[in-house]
């Protein structure tokens, strides 16, 4: 596509529920990054997925949250467990080869858990 | 230490003027770095990147990076209160991860 999709735009969920997120990159665009940004806050990173290469996890902040990509292309980010510090907007981003030309964003996914 | 530092702001400058935005990284391995500027309510947008020492200039923005003060810096000339955005700066920390700041809140003023 011709930017980074991100769905749903929003979502409340109770507490205690399991949300997923779903990021669809440019196309052509091997990498993909979760970041998650509360009021307030800057932009904490999460996970990270380069071509077939086994993800960076070292960001995801507690064994409740798990990211998954599929073919290379769409990528799931799940939340078990809701809890309310969970509440952020959570961005994807992807990049092209050559990480000098930086990230191009989604609009991101606003979590409000409740 | 905090990897990536920005004065918070706000920043608060007339229509016309030049604003000054700064940032210190402590990793002297840094490769590149990034400027992006985030409305309200919005995600980010990259507008700039150096990874050479000096200044690059796009239109109304200049970049200027410092990797013996491990310092970059971005000025806008002839601020617009469409300027009006955190500005968030990106260092590349020796891999395909940005490390960002928390942001500088810039108002320009008509």
Same mark, same amino acid.
């Given at each position: 596509?011709?930017?980074?999709?991100? $769905?749903?735009?929003?979502?409340?969920? *109770?507490?205690?529920?399991d949300v997923e997120l779903r990021c669809? +990159?440019?196309?052509?665009?091997?990498?993909? %990054?979760w970041y998650r940004q509360s009021l307030g806050q800057g932009l904490e990173f999460l996970i990270y997925f380069q071509g077939n290469s086994a993800p960076d996890k070292s960001? =995801? +902040? $507690?064994?409740?949250?798990?990211? *998954?990509?599929?073919?290379? $292309?769409?990528?799931? =980010?799940t939340i078990q467990r809701t809890q309310q510090e969970d509440s952020a907007v959570y961005l994807c981003a992807s990049s092209s080869p050559g990480?000098? %030309?930086? %990230?191009?964003?989604?609009s991101g996914t606003r979590l409000t858990v409740v | 230490q905090k990897e990536v530092e920005q004065n918070s702001g706000p920043l608060s400058v007339p229509e016309g003027a030049i604003a000054s935005l700064n940032c210190t990284y402590s990793d002297r391995g840094s490769q590149s770095f990034?400027?992006?500027?985030?409305?309200? /309510?919005?995600?980010?947008?990259?507008?700039?990147?150096?990874?050479?020492? /000096?200044?690059k200039e796009d239109g109304r923005f200049t970049a200027q990076l410092n990797k013996a003060s491990q310092y970059v810096s971005l000025l806008i000339r002839d601020s617009q209160p469409s300027d009006s955005a955190t500005y968030l700066c990106a260092v590349n920390l020796?891999?395909?991860? &940005?490390?960002? /700041?928390? /942001?500088? &809140? &810039?108002?320009?003023n008509p």
């Open positions: 596509g011709a930017g980074v999709s991100q $769905s749903p735009s929003n979502k409340v969920t *109770e507490k205690g529920k669809d +990159p440019i196309s052509g665009h091997t990498a993909l %990054y960001g =995801l +902040p $507690s064994d409740r949250f798990s990211a *998954e990509r599929t073919g290379g $292309s769409v990528s799931t =980010l990480a000098n %030309y930086g %990230y191009t964003f989604g | 990034f400027w992006y500027r985030q409305y309200s /309510g919005k995600s980010p947008e990259l507008i700039m990147f150096i990874y050479s020492n /000096g200044d020796r891999n395909y991860k &940005l490390t960002f /700041g928390k /942001g500088t &809140l &810039l108002t320009v």
